[in-house]
C-alpha cells in the first residue's frame, strides 16, 4: 500500500485514477494544479506522483524542474500528457521523471508503470544520503507506517528487524490482533482497514473534516472508502 498524488487539471481523469488506484489498495490524494501539487509535496513526501504536464497555471515540466531545484524531487514521477512531444517527454525524463505515459491510458500500462515506480522509489539508494536527509527520511518512512496513521503509539508494540523495518508482532496462531492473517489479502486489509477508520472516528468525535485531514482522504473518498467497509460515518444519538 502507497500514498500516490495525482497531479491533472482534468476532474474526469482525477477521478478515474483515484478510483483505479483505491481499488489497488493505495491510498490517494488528488490535486488540480500546480499550488495544490506544491502543498500536497510539503505536507508529506509521497510514495509516488501520477503528474500531467499540462496545467493551467505551471506546467508539470516546470514543477518538476521546481522540486528538483528545491531537493524535494526524493520520490518517483510518472508524467503523463495526451498532447506532449518526444521532446517534452525526453526533457521530463532527463530532469528526473521516471517515466512517461500517454494519454489515453490502458490499465495494463498504468498499473504495471506504478508497480516499477514504487518498487525503484523502495530500492536502496545507491548513494550515501547526507545525514540531515536520513534523519529526514526516518521521519518520513515513520510517518509513511501503516498508511500513514497518525494514531499514537500505533507503533508503540513493534519489534525491529535487523534492516530497521518495523514489525507488528503477530501470534503464533496466525492472528495480528484481532485480524486472522490466514485469510486472503484484500479481507485482510478490509479488517484492518475497518479498524484503522473506527478509531479516527471515534478519536475525532465523528468529524468528517477532522478525519479527512488525519487520514489524508478528500471527504468525497472518505465516505465511499467507509461505506465501502460498512461503518457508520455519522454518530447516531438515540432519540
Known amino acids: 500500500m502507497a500514498r500516490i498524488l495525482v497531479v491533472d487539471d ?11 488506484l483505491y481499488d489497488e489498495g493505495h491510498t490517494v490524494e488528488l490535486a488540480e494544479n ?26 508539470g515540466v516546470s514543477l518538476l524542474k521546481e522540486w528538483g531545484s528545491q531537493g524535494l524531487l526524493d520520490m518517483p514521477v510518472i508524467m503523463m500528457s495526451g498532447h506532449a512531444t518526444i521532446d517534452t517527454a525526453v526533457e521530463a525524463t532527463r530532469i528526473g521523471a521516471m517515466d512517461f505515459l500517454e494519454k489515453p491510458i490502458t490499465l495494463q500500462r498504468l498499473l504495471k508503470t506504478i508497480s ?12 550515501p544520503m547526507p545525514a540531515a536527509s536520513v534523519g ?7 510517518s509513511d507506517a501503516l498508511m500513514g496513521s497518525n494514531a499514537p503509539g500505533a507503533l508503540a508494540n513493534s519489534t525491529v528487524n535487523a534492516g530497521g523495518a518495523a514489525e507488528l508482532p503477530a501470534s503464533g496462531n496466525g492472528q495480528l490482533g484481532s485480524i486472522s492473517l490466514d485469510q486472503p489479502l484484500r479481507e485482510a486489509r478490509d479488517a484492518f482497514e475497518r479498524i484503522y477508520f473506527e478509531y479516527h472516528l471515534v478519536r475525532e468525535s465523528h468529524s468528517m473534516t477532522r478525519v479527512s485531514e488525519r ?23 438515540s432519540t
Open 10 to 20: 482534468e476532474v474526469g481523469i482525477r477521478e478515474l485514477l483515484s478510483e483505479i
Open 34 to 59: 500546480a499550488a495544490q501539487a506544491r502543498a500536497a509535496r510539503l505536507r508529506a513526501r509521497p510514495d509516488l506522483v501520477l503528474l500531467d504536464i499540462w496545467m493551467p497555471d505551471t506546467d
Open 116 to 127: 516499477a515506480g514504487l518498487a525503484r522509489g523502495r530500492a536502496p539508494q545507491s548513494v
Open 136 to 142: 529526514q527520511a526516518a521521519r518520513d518512512e515513520d
Open 215 to 237: 487520514t489524508g482522504l478528500e471527504r468525497t473518498h472518505l465516505y465511499r472508502k467507509l461505506k465501502q467497509l460498512g461503518i457508520e460515518s455519522a454518530r447516531k444519538r
